[in-house]
């Protein structure tokens, strides 16, 4: 369980970044955003399957291959873009800390799953965890005065956010319940295949996006491509290829309410990299949400290390 925890915690550093690449290409849509990422995670993913292509892809059956194209629908494509928008319309901050109430979501609705810890004994971990969300929030509603953008936007973007925290902890429960039922993909295999599964189906959206309108890329000092595919394929192979790796990894070796609580790390280092690029220091509400949910979350890992020999 140590390797499944260190695990989650580093596949959240990588995850980290997805929060500030809309923010710095804020002259990109986030369906460009989504289409860039995805289609560089397919070709990144395609190199890296190269060397046991052809032994995976004669594993694969009618199951995994829907498993593959749910999971790239809900965890990759629409997730992303309802990301990218609401950190372009409500802020870095609102958007981390709303998708941060994951390990709420997750652990709530993975309460039933084998191995899972009985939701009494986490109710103190819990309840810290929303300790740290409603300080976030406190912080966001007490200088709601300094932010940028219309009220409407901030409404828009929230309910972006919300979305793709119903998306996540759909994707969340679903793989980790996948991947412990089937075990003849190892992580790296199953990553690789999934970048394969989303680069086809965000290949498929950009065409129908493109030919119903969408915006073309286009020439423009603000729409530098260099940088854009730059960022691209850092997130293809960071955050997508070695932080779905790790996820993997992390999913197989820990309970399932265990891995809703290790996704906070994703959000810890959210708002870290958006204070770096704000050139900002944290507020002392944002100061004890972020102590807060590390202590929640150091809490829960206590109490599934207790509890396993248990089990």
């Not at 052809?54 to 829907?66: E, P």
């Not at 999971?71 to 990759?76: R, S």
């Not at 899972?116 to 929030?137: F, M, T």
């Not at 972006?160 to 089937?182: F, M, P, Q, S």
Request: aromatic letters at 12%; glycine letters at 10%.
């Amino acid at each position: 369980m140590t390797w499944g925890v260190l695990c989650g915690v580093l596949a959240g550093a990588f995850w980290g970044t997805v929060f500030i690449a809309p923010k710095y290409l804020s002259a990109f849509s986030p369906w460009e955003l989504t289409f860039g990422r995805y289609i560089a995670y397919a070709l990144v993913a395609f190199v890296a399957l190269v060397p046991t292509l052809r032994s995976t892809l004669r594993k694969i059956d009618r199951a995994d291959l829907a498993a593959m194209l749910r999971h790239g629908v809900a965890g990759n494509a629409l997730y992303y873009v309802l990301l990218g928008y609401g950190v372009q319309l409500a802020g870095v901050t609102l958007t981390s800390l709303i998708i941060g109430v994951l390990p709420l979501s997750v652990t709530l609705a993975g309460r039933r799953d084998q191995g899972a810890v009985p939701l009494r004994v986490l109710a103190w971990p819990l309840l810290v965890v929303a300790a740290g969300i409603a300080c976030i929030n406190a912080d966001l509603f007490l200088h709601a005065a300094e932010a940028t953008g219309s009220v409407l936007d901030k409404a828009i973007g929230l309910a972006c956010a919300v979305g793709g925290l119903i998306c996540w902890t759909w994707y969340a429960l679903d793989n980790t319940r996948y991947l412990k039922r089937v075990h003849k993909f190892s992580s790296r295999e199953w990553s690789g295949l999934y970048g394969l599964a989303s680069g086809v189906i965000v290949s498929v959206c950009a065409a129908v996006w493109w030919a119903f309108g969408g915006s073309l890329p286009a020439a423009s000092p603000h729409r530098d491509w260099g940088v854009f595919w730059a960022v691209c394929l850092f997130l293809a192979v960071g955050a997508s290829l070695v932080g779905n790796h790790l996820w993997n990894i992390a999913c197989r070796l820990v309970p399932v309410t265990l891995s809703g609580q290790l996704i906070v790390f994703e959000t810890l280092f959210a708002l870290a990299y958006g204070f770096v690029q704000a050139k900002a220091a944290p507020r002392p509400l944002e100061w004890a949400a972020m102590v807060l949910l590390s202590a929640g979350v150091a809490w829960t890992v206590r109490l599934h290390a207790v509890d396993e020999p248990a089990h």
